[in-house]
């Protein structure tokens, strides 16, 4: 999966931007070093990375700003790097479009599976039980292609890659209870931790793409105890 990936790293300590590409090249990927938000735009000019790993903490622009920034034009997927215990910087960071977080001090085994796993995510184009293009469901239609959610009014909205996978796993399975272990080793390669938002806070912010209301839902309804359902009637076109 390393050979011909790309991965740029934005984070202005010296140390770790070094022990990250010497890890990262170790297992095959070119990688791209940034110490802050010019820097990293001046590369992302000229290369169009694979993922890209964002530190919270860093003069100038905040890792919450860049993520923003990078959002308006891209979905690469992001990992962001947080302090260890502050959950509200987690939460943030998967509000504004990243795909995961880490927390410091990390393993770099554990940083290598989390890159693994959204990579493969990346890779993911459509629904394996589509027999069409689009998929309609409500007053939407996923482009499976595209990844654009079109409503009947035909305006487009593009998705981030996490929000079109969470998205087409539902699609996939109407009328199913998803439970939040079963959404996020579909979608990220892993089980949930203890105590972890990010699932909870990733279907919240679909949600409200959606128009949905999670106290009285059309789409998505919370199965308490369980896990979600996609409650919308499904259909299939080319």
Same mark, same amino acid.
Request: with cysteine.
């Given at each position: 999966?390393?050979?011909?990936? !790309?991965?740029?790293?934005?984070?202005?300590?010296?140390?770790?931007?070094? *022990?990250?590409? /010497?890890?990262?090249?170790?297992?095959?990927?070119?990688?791209?070093? %940034?110490?802050?938000?010019?820097?990293?735009?001046? *590369?992302?000019?000229?290369? !169009?990375?694979?993922?890209?790993?964002?530190?919270?903490?860093?003069?100038?622009?905040?890792?919450?700003?860049?993520?923003?920034?990078?959002?308006? +034009?891209? !979905?690469?997927?992001?990992?962001?790097?947080?302090?260890?215990? =502050?959950?509200?910087?987690?939460?943030?960071?998967?509000?504004?479009?990243?795909?995961?977080?880490?927390?410091?001090?990390?393993?770099?085994? /554990?940083?290598?599976?989390?890159?693994?796993?959204?990579?493969?995510? %990346?890779?993911?184009?459509?629904?394996?039980?589509?027999?069409?293009?689009?998929?309609?469901?409500?007053?939407?239609?996923?482009?499976?292609?595209?990844?654009?959610?079109?409503?009947? =009014?035909?305006?487009?909205?593009?998705? +981030?890659?996490?929000?079109?996978?969470?998205?087409?796993?539902?699609?996939?399975?109407?009328?199913?209870?998803?439970?939040?272990?079963?959404?996020? =080793?579909? +979608?990220? @390669?892993?089980?949930?931790?203890?105590?972890?938002?990010?699932?909870?806070? !990733?279907?919240?912010? *679909?949600?409200?793409?959606? @128009?949905?209301?999670?106290?009285?839902?059309?789409?998505?309804?919370?199965?308490?105890?369980?896990?979600?359902? *996609?409650?919308?009637?499904?259909?299939? /076109?080319?």
């Amino acid at each position: 999966m390393a050979k011909g990936k !790309q991965i740029l790293i934005v984070d202005d300590d010296q140390e770790i931007r070094e *022990l990250l590409q /010497e890890y990262l090249q170790r297992a095959g990927f070119e990688v791209l070093a %940034a110490s802050e938000g010019g820097e990293m735009y001046r *590369l992302l000019a000229d290369n !169009q990375p694979d993922l890209i790993i964002l530190d919270i903490m860093m003069p100038g622009d905040d890792g919450f700003s860049l993520c923003q920034q990078i959002r308006r +034009t891209s !979905q690469v997927p992001i990992i962001m790097l947080t302090a260890a215990s =502050d959950e509200a910087d987690r939460v943030i960071g998967l509000e504004l479009g990243a795909d995961d977080y880490i927390a410091k001090p990390f393993s770099p085994r /554990e940083l290598m599976a989390r890159i693994k796993a959204l990579l493969r995510r %990346a890779e993911f184009r459509q629904p394996e039980r589509e027999s069409g293009r689009r998929i309609r469901f409500a007053d939407w239609v996923l482009d499976t292609l595209s990844q654009h959610l079109i409503n009947d =009014d035909g305006g487009e909205m593009d998705l +981030t890659g996490s929000d079109f996978l969470l998205l087409s796993l539902f699609l996939q399975h109407p009328g199913q209870v998803l439970d939040r272990d079963s959404i996020s =080793d579909a +979608t990220r @390669g892993r089980e949930t931790l203890p105590m972890e938002r990010g699932i909870d806070v !990733q279907i919240s912010r *679909l949600r409200q793409k959606l @128009g949905d209301n999670g106290k009285s839902p059309r789409i998505i309804k919370t199965i308490r105890g369980s896990g979600y359902m *996609l409650i919308a009637e499904v259909s299939h /076109e080319d």
